[in-house]
Nanobody, 121 residues
Framework: QVQLVESGGGSVQPGGSLRLSCAASGFTADLDTIGWFRQAPGKEREGVSC????????NYADSVKGRFTISRDNAQNRVYLQMNSLKPEDTAVYYC??????????????WGQGTQVTVSS
């Protein structure tokens, strides 16, 4: 089983920055992607950014492109989300998610507990 633990959330003013961190432990050898989702009250959970484990290829939601950057530290099995120029609409619970393949076409998702990000004046 893969365990994911997020940290780095908090409260900032519009225009501020935060860096989220996700530490992965357990059996991580088969992880295909790792990334971030977020969910605001009353809204669906949406993908923010993800990284493909094999080559580091990244994707970003249009709403965060140019402001957020995903990165990884393979030695520590960590993935980061640097969030700059934060807006009130970025307020949400942010979740780390990792997807794991079994080599036979099946895929499993693992989720962290979430960390709150609040952007307000």
């Amino acid at each position: 089983q893969v365990q994911l633990v997020e940290s780095g959330g908090g409260s900032v003013q519009p225009g501020g920055s935060l860096r989220l961190s996700c530490a992965a432990s357990g059996f991580t050898a088969d992880l295909d992607t790792i990334g971030w989702f977020r969910q605001a009250p009353g809204k669906e959970r949406e993908g923010v950014s993800c990284m493909r484990s094999s080559d580091g290829n990244t994707n970003y939601a249009d709403s965060v492109k140019g402001r957020f950057t995903i990165s990884r530290d393979n030695a520590q099995n960590r993935v980061y989300l640097q969030m700059n120029s934060l807006k009130p609409e970025d307020t949400a619970v942010y979740y780390c998610e990792a997807r794991e393949g079994d080599g036979f076409g099946h895929e499993y998702s693992h989720w962290g507990q979430g960390t709150q990000v609040t952007v307000s004046s």
